[in-house]
């Protein structure tokens, strides 16, 4: 519910919003968003499924839902990283950065290029997703359906360019943002005297601190998920997980699934455009009542 409430609220306000919070971060912010909700939005399905001890949906479902949660691995994971790229550019190269964004293909060619990149990493997982129709009953189960070398190498595949390989680059990216932040440093191609960019810095500082926040917040609720399918992956092939990492997996499913509620709530604390957002759409809504 809050999941699917907060995401909601962050993409509604982005598009009520005036032109001052239409700013590059804030529209990979909206991508992530959307990810967000797409992620939690079929949550109920699921838990009809568990409630019902079946899969009544049909094998089309099974298959897109499943992929769907593939995709928000790579796309929360991808815009993140695109998020920290565009950061360390507009504070460390806001020369590049300014002539990269004065073509006004590059934010919607690099927001398709991401999604594209997060649809074709899945297909796989849109192949072999099927239902199960258990024999002599009428109950179906959705799954993933995959066994062998080809799975293994798949779910290798996922840890190293959904988490893995993003992870590193955000952190060695972070460290020389943080650097800038403590006031060590300064971007090397500007100086006091360049007017223009200096209410851009500032603007991008308080990006920063706002990119940076996510970034540790995905880190921490997403490594235990990962650290979980690492350790499952490293088993033996016929050897079962037993019941303590069977918790341990679920348990850091649903912290995985918290920070899709706790973005939104680190968007409005930490970004004056969407808390500003937040109030007059409040307002808007209480003068209706």
């Not at 815009?79 to 006004?104: E, I, M, Q, R, T």
Request: hydrophobic letters at 50%; glycine letters at 6%.
């Amino acid at each position: 519910f809050f999941g699917v409430l907060g995401n909601l609220l962050v993409i509604l306000v982005y598009f009520r919003g005036s032109g001052r919070l239409r700013t590059v971060t804030n529209t990979y912010i909206l991508n992530v968003a959307i990810s967000d909700l797409l992620y939690v939005i079929t949550v109920p399905v699921f838990l009809i499924s568990i409630w019902s001890n079946s899969w009544p949906f049909g094998e089309f479902v099974c298959k897109l839902l499943l992929s769907k949660g593939a995709i928000h691995r790579f796309a929360s994971s991808l815009f993140l990283l695109v998020l920290v790229v565009d950061c360390y550019l507009s504070l460390l190269k806001p020369h590049l950065a300014h002539g990269l964004y004065k073509k006004s293909w590059t934010l919607p060619g690099v927001v398709m290029l991401t999604w594209a990149v997060c649809i074709a990493s899945v297909g796989p997982v849109f192949y072999h997703a099927s239902t199960f129709s258990v024999p002599n009953a009428d109950i179906a189960h959705c799954d993933l359906f995959w066994n062998g070398s080809s799975r293994e190498a798949y779910i290798w595949f996922t840890i190293l360019f959904a988490f893995i390989i993003p992870t590193g680059l955000k952190i060695a990216l972070s460290i020389p943002l943080v650097y800038a932040l403590s006031g060590a440093t300064t971007s090397e191609e500007s100086s006091p005297s360049d007017g223009q960019y200096q209410v851009f810095q500032e603007r991008n500082k308080r990006s920063a601190h706002l990119i940076l926040t996510l970034i540790v917040f995905h880190i921490l609720c997403w490594l235990p998920l990962w650290v979980s399918l690492i350790s499952v992956n490293l088993l033996p092939q016929n050897e079962m997980p037993d019941n303590s990492a069977i918790l341990f997996h679920m348990i850091s499913g649903c912290l995985g699934m918290a920070n899709t509620v706790l973005n939104p709530f680190i968007y409005f604390k930490l970004s004056p455009e969407f808390s500003s957002g937040l109030s007059e759409l409040m307002t808007s809504i209480s003068t209706i009542f």
